[in-house]
Each structure stands twice: as C-alpha cells, then as structure tokens.
C-alpha cells in the first residue's frame, strides 16, 4: 500500500501545482480611475488620489434683457459655440415665447438680442445645437406641426439660421415634445414630452446615419419615475444626462431639482446635484459647460419671475462639527418637563 502511494506522489504533485498555477493566473481585482468617456485610465497606484467636488450656490445672471414692466420671463438656457454663446427663451408678458442670442465677450454675457430667422408669430422655447455647430434644435407650436409643440431642427447658412424643418413623426406626436437636447455627434436626441399620462417624462430617438431619419423615440427608463422629469441636458462629452424632476426627496415638497444620471454605467443611480444648487424653490433646464464645470439653469422663486443662474464645481474636504440640536431642543423644554411633575 505504501508503493501505490509513493508510486502516485508525482500525479498528486503534479495536480497540486496545476492547482497553484490556476490559483496564480487567475484574473485579479485591479482598482483605478477612469474619465465618463473611458478614454483615459489610471490604475490607483500609478494615479493621483481622488478628488471631492460640489456645485457651488448659484448666482442670478443680470443685465440678459433690459428691465421691463411687467418683467420678461426667461426660461430654457443653453451653451453654444465653445460656451461662448448663451441661447435663452424670452416670454414678453401676454405674448409669444421667441428665441434670444448673447455672447460671452469683455469678461461677462452681452445683452441678449432676438434670433429673428427662427422666430415667428407663435412659440419658440428652448434650444440645442450640436457639436459642430451646424445643427439648432428648437420646440415651436407654429402651424404645420403634428400636434401641440413640435420639435425642429434648422441648419446653419453663412447668413444665420436656416428655416427650421419638423423632425417628422417618429420623434413628433398630438401631443407636446419640448426642451430638445442632441448628443454632441447629432446621433441620440433627448427632449422631453407629455405623452404619457404625466405632465411630462424624457425621451430619446436614434439617428440612422446620414441619408436616415430618426427612429421611433424612446423613453428613457432609468431616469423616468412615477413623477415628472424634464430639462434634459448632455454635459462630459454626452456621457452624462442632467435633467430637472420633481420626484419625492428628503426637505423637499414636490419642487424641482436638478439631477444627473451617467448614461454608460446602466448601474449607476441618478444623483441630485446638492443643497448648493436645489433649494425649495424649482430648479429646472441645466446647461452644462463643455468642461463640466460650469452649471446654468433657471430658478423660480415664488412670486417672482423665473431667473437665470450660474454656478461651477469647486474642490471640497470633508469637514466635521458638533450637532448640539438635541441638547438645545432639551434645554428649552426642561423646566416645563420639572413643572408638570412638581
């Protein structure tokens, strides 16, 4: 018995080594950092320690329009040209909604001036143009449409502005499609609508590539909920969504706030964007910088016409204070607490 095993020593040693070397090159955890887009990475021992950045509270953009009375609404910001270009919507009090233009120059936004070729009669709110600059995307009721607001695109003419053209009715419905927002390469296109039986809910329609149309729109499950979500906006590139929501949130009472969700990672949760952005009031319609340090979006304080703010990323540490609430809630009811027992 003591030959059998001595004679299968060489097979267990050889199966106890194939057993090491499986354990050896088995695929092994490596942590590292990543940009949204996935084109620059650093495994953590070769990288710079992570970062902590959070949006700083935003300051009211003056001195867009003249001041009217009654005041002119803005509404739907969007950045263009290299952030160069402020696009807004402007609603004069018991008129029509149309389409103004500034631009960034002498450090601080002109005032802004009408973009007469996409105007009309009728409403012009909120736009998006793509990378190239070549391509605005606006919502209009103007006729023709097929349905309430319809959403359009108008290409650039050495003169402006071209005439915008219907998107057809694989994006259009009978009811309202509004606040477009193309990717950077003209391929996905989000916007927001009230087709389903809620206020309003995100979308998204695919392009087919050149000499294509647009396929049937989408909605955008991971980021629609039982509440209403609009204001979509791309920023990092197109690998991020922002979008405004009025989804249940702690300290919050059915207002909107601001929330961005990564559109490559299918597991990453929608985040809102902080207390240094939201407050009670509503935020909505984000445009992001290019660099995706940069926020513009508009705030509706009660009893007074919405706003334009601006507010940027900043670098924070994490901080530490005593909560002493509990014990100044103790001392103020103590003596009535010694009262009722005395």
């Not at 499986?22 to 955890?29: L, S, T």
């Not at 009217?68 to 609603?91: F, Q």
């Not at 396929?215 to 980021?223: L, M």
Request: contains cysteine; aromatic residues 10%; charged residues 25%.
């Amino acid at each position: 018995m003591r030959f059998v095993r001595l004679r299968y020593w060489p097979l267990w040693l050889g199966c106890a080594l194939l057993l090491a070397l499986a354990v050896w090159v088995r695929p092994r955890r490596i942590d590292g950092l990543a940009t949204l887009d996935g084109e620059h990475r650093w495994w953590v021992n070769h990288s710079a320690p992570p970062r902590q950045f959070a949006w700083l509270p935003g300051e009211e953009l003056s001195g867009l329009l003249p001041p009217r009375d009654p005041p002119d609404e803005i509404s739907h910001p969007c950045l263009a040209d290299d952030g160069r270009t402020l696009y807004i919507t402007v609603r004069r009090a018991g008129g029509d909604a149309d389409i103004y233009r500034s631009q960034w120059f002498d450090g601080r936004w002109q005032p802004a001036v009408a973009v007469t070729e996409l105007n009309t009669p009728w409403d012009e709110v909120g736009v998006s143009v793509n990378g190239d600059g070549r391509q605005l995307y606006l919502a209009s009721d103007r006729r023709g449409g097929k349905g309430g607001y319809d959403l359009y695109v108008a290409l650039r003419r050495a003169s402006g502005w071209g005439v915008p053209k219907n998107l057809g009715a694989t994006v259009n419905t009978a009811a309202d499609e509004l606040e477009p927002a193309i990717t950077v390469d003209g391929s996905q296109l989000y916007f927001s609508s009230d087709r389903t039986d809620k206020q309003s809910d995100l979308f998204v329609a695919q392009h087919a590539g050149k000499g294509g149309g647009w396929a049937d729109a989408q909605p955008v499950q991971r980021a629609n909920t039982a509440a209403n979500e609009r204001s979509p906006c791309l920023g990092e590139g197109g690998t991020v969504l922002y979008f405004s929501s009025d989804r249940p949130a702690p300290g919050r009472d059915g207002n909107f706030d601001l929330y961005r969700m990564l559109l490559r990672d299918a597991e990453a949760p929608v985040e809102s964007l902080g207390q240094g952005v939201n407050t009670p009031a509503d935020e909505t319609s984000p445009a992001v910088s290019a660099d995706g340090f940069g926020l513009t979006f508009v705030r509706q304080v009660a009893d007074r016409p919405p706003g334009v703010y601006q507010s940027r990323l900043a670098e924070v540490k994490t901080i530490w204070v005593w909560d002493n609430s509990r014990w100044l809630a103790l001392r103020a009811v103590w003596w009535k607490a010694l009262l009722a027992t005395g």
